[in-house]
Protein backbone atom coordinates (compact mmCIF):
# COMPACT_ATOMS: atom_id res chain seq x y z
CA UNK A 1 0.00 0.00 0.00
CA UNK A 2 1.54 3.64 -0.89
CA UNK A 3 0.99 6.10 1.72
CA UNK A 4 3.23 8.96 3.22
CA UNK A 5 3.99 8.66 6.82
CA UNK A 6 4.81 11.56 8.81
CA UNK A 7 7.00 11.73 12.21
CA UNK A 8 9.04 14.81 14.03
CA UNK A 9 6.89 16.62 15.40
CA UNK A 10 6.57 17.66 19.14
CA UNK A 11 6.65 20.29 21.69
CA UNK A 12 10.10 22.41 21.43
CA UNK A 13 10.90 25.70 23.10
CA UNK A 14 10.78 29.23 21.13
CA UNK A 15 14.29 29.30 19.68
CA UNK A 16 14.66 25.39 19.18
CA UNK A 17 14.78 23.51 16.29
CA UNK A 18 12.60 20.15 14.61
CA UNK A 19 13.04 18.28 11.98
CA UNK A 20 10.08 16.54 10.45
CA UNK A 21 10.27 13.27 8.24
CA UNK A 22 7.74 12.35 5.43
CA UNK A 23 8.43 8.84 4.62
CA UNK A 24 6.86 7.43 0.92
CA UNK A 25 6.07 3.56 1.17
CA UNK A 26 5.05 1.10 -1.03
CA UNK A 27 6.51 0.07 -4.36
CA UNK A 28 7.79 3.77 -4.98
CA UNK A 29 9.16 4.61 -8.19
CA UNK A 30 9.67 8.29 -7.37
CA UNK A 31 8.83 11.58 -4.94
CA UNK A 32 8.11 14.11 -7.11
CA UNK A 33 7.12 17.41 -6.42
CA UNK A 34 6.58 17.94 -2.17
CA UNK A 35 4.64 20.45 -0.22
CA UNK A 36 4.24 20.61 3.84
CA UNK A 37 1.50 22.43 4.83
CA UNK A 38 0.40 23.36 8.45
CA UNK A 39 -3.07 24.09 9.84
CA UNK A 40 -3.40 26.05 13.32
CA UNK A 41 -6.14 25.54 15.50
CA UNK A 42 -8.97 27.72 14.07
CA UNK A 43 -7.45 28.55 10.38
CA UNK A 44 -6.91 27.36 7.28
CA UNK A 45 -4.14 25.42 6.17
CA UNK A 46 -1.28 27.06 4.26
CA UNK A 47 1.18 26.34 2.43
CA UNK A 48 4.47 27.00 4.09
CA UNK A 49 7.39 25.12 2.04
CA UNK A 50 7.76 23.21 -1.60
CA UNK A 51 10.26 21.33 -3.21
CA UNK A 52 10.16 20.21 -6.66
CA UNK A 53 12.30 17.30 -7.49
CA UNK A 54 14.49 19.30 -9.68
CA UNK A 55 15.74 20.80 -6.72
CA UNK A 56 14.11 24.47 -6.71
CA UNK A 57 12.75 25.12 -2.77
CA UNK A 58 10.11 27.85 -1.97
CA UNK A 59 9.18 29.41 1.02
CA UNK A 60 6.41 31.79 2.44
CA UNK A 61 7.47 34.71 3.72
CA UNK A 62 6.87 33.65 7.95
CA UNK A 63 9.45 30.53 7.47
CA UNK A 64 11.74 31.67 4.68
CA UNK A 65 15.23 31.20 6.52
CA UNK A 66 14.05 29.40 9.20
CA UNK A 67 12.82 26.31 7.58
CA UNK A 68 14.30 24.20 4.87
CA UNK A 69 12.72 21.03 2.81
CA UNK A 70 14.83 18.44 1.61
CA UNK A 71 15.21 14.81 0.61
CA UNK A 72 16.56 11.76 0.65
CA UNK A 73 15.66 9.68 -2.42
CA UNK A 74 17.73 6.49 -1.35
CA UNK A 75 15.16 6.59 1.28
CA UNK A 76 12.24 7.94 -0.14
CA UNK A 77 12.13 10.41 2.47
CA UNK A 78 11.57 14.49 2.65
CA UNK A 79 12.53 16.05 5.47
CA UNK A 80 11.51 19.74 6.67
CA UNK A 81 14.06 21.38 8.97
CA UNK A 82 12.71 23.97 11.22
CA UNK A 83 14.65 26.22 13.10
CA UNK A 84 14.59 28.90 15.54
CA UNK A 85 10.71 27.82 16.09
CA UNK A 86 8.61 31.17 17.09
CA UNK A 87 5.16 30.04 18.95
CA UNK A 88 3.07 30.82 16.34
CA UNK A 89 4.48 28.19 14.13
CA UNK A 90 2.42 25.87 16.54
CA UNK A 91 0.21 23.74 13.87
CA UNK A 92 -0.52 20.59 12.84
CA UNK A 93 2.33 20.05 9.55
CA UNK A 94 1.30 17.97 6.37
CA UNK A 95 3.00 16.76 3.82
CA UNK A 96 1.71 16.42 0.90
CA UNK A 97 3.53 14.90 -2.25
CA UNK A 98 2.62 13.49 -5.92
CA UNK A 99 4.29 10.01 -6.24
CA UNK A 100 5.31 7.94 -8.96
CA UNK A 101 4.72 4.11 -8.25
CA UNK A 102 4.26 1.12 -9.89
CA UNK A 103 1.67 -2.04 -9.32
CA UNK A 104 0.97 -4.91 -11.75
CA UNK A 105 3.43 -3.73 -14.21
CA UNK A 106 1.95 -0.82 -14.16
CA UNK A 107 3.51 2.76 -13.56
CA UNK A 108 1.14 5.13 -12.02
CA UNK A 109 1.35 8.97 -10.28
CA UNK A 110 -0.87 9.94 -7.88
CA UNK A 111 -1.20 12.52 -5.18
CA UNK A 112 -0.88 11.11 -1.07
CA UNK A 113 -1.69 13.82 2.08
CA UNK A 114 0.53 12.40 5.09
CA UNK A 115 -1.42 11.84 8.39
CA UNK A 116 0.15 15.26 10.14
CA UNK A 117 2.07 16.00 12.83
CA UNK A 118 1.86 18.58 16.03
CA UNK A 119 4.29 20.92 16.29
CA UNK A 120 4.08 23.05 19.41
CA UNK A 121 6.29 25.69 20.27
CA UNK A 122 6.45 27.05 23.59
CA UNK A 123 7.16 31.10 24.76
Known amino acids: QVQLVESGGGLVQAGGSLRLSCAAS????????VGWYRQAPGKQRELVAVGTSGGVTHYADSVKGRFTVSRDNAKNTVYLQMNSLKPEDTAVYYCNADLSYYRGGAYYNRNYWGQGTQVTVSS
Open 26 to 33: GSIYRIND
